[in-house]
């Protein structure tokens, strides 16, 4: 049962501990402030539990205030964890961009991109991206971070632009992308 939540610290490092009876802290870890029309924020991030397998977690804020927590269920239980990356709200729906680890060892890693739906604080659409490595079928997707990584264009449609590297390992200068989604999460080509 939660008990509490205390945010602390600037973005870079803010993390949100939540106090829960008989396990232990969660840590949250801000990613992205993203401002709102009612003067409040939506934070993504992560929340992990003894630093292990992370999932993604939306705070919205307005003052010091957490309005609401929407914390993101991992599409399979053998990811090792997720980070929310970007959030944004269209009318009443709230999106978030997630990176998703599949196995917490380096060189078995990919990272998955998925966009989430979420209305009414529930979950309604996830769609990963078609983010690959050129020749390959895997890679490490990740967002780029600021506004421009995930964003609304002047059309309403969702942009998640970023950089895929060929593995986990690095060495590589990555390959840029854009993915366009409409607000039902039909991919754009």
């Not at 632009?161 to 754009?188: I, M, N, W």
Request: aromatic content about 6%; proline content about 4%.
């Amino acid at each position: 049962m939660l008990v509490g939540l205390a945010i602390a610290g600037s973005l870079g490092a803010q993390h949100a501990v939540a106090e829960q009876d008989d396990e232990a802290e969660a840590v949250f870890t801000a990613s992205r402030q993203t401002p709102l029309a009612d003067g409040g924020v939506c934070v993504a991030g992560g929340e992990a539990i003894d630093g292990v397998d992370s999932r993604a977690v939306l705070l919205v804020k307005k003052g010091a205030a957490v309005r609401q927590r929407i914390k993101l269920p991992l599409p399979d239980p053998d990811y090792s964890g997720a980070s929310a990356v970007g959030c944004l709200q269209l009318g009443s729906a709230w999106y978030a961009v997630e990176e998703l680890d599949t196995s917490s060892f380096v060189s078995d890693k990919q990272v998955l991109l998925f966009v989430d739906r979420i209305e009414r604080g529930r979950l309604v659409k996830r769609v990963m991206l078609p983010v690959r490595y050129a020749g390959q079928n895997s890679g490490v997707a990740r967002v780029e971070r600021g506004k421009a990584g995930f964003a609304l264009d002047a059309a309403g449609r969702l942009l998640v632009s970023g950089k895929v590297y060929p593995d986990a390992l690095g060495g590589s200068q990555g390959k840029p992308f854009v993915v366009r989604l409409t607000p039902d999460l039909t991919v754009l080509k």
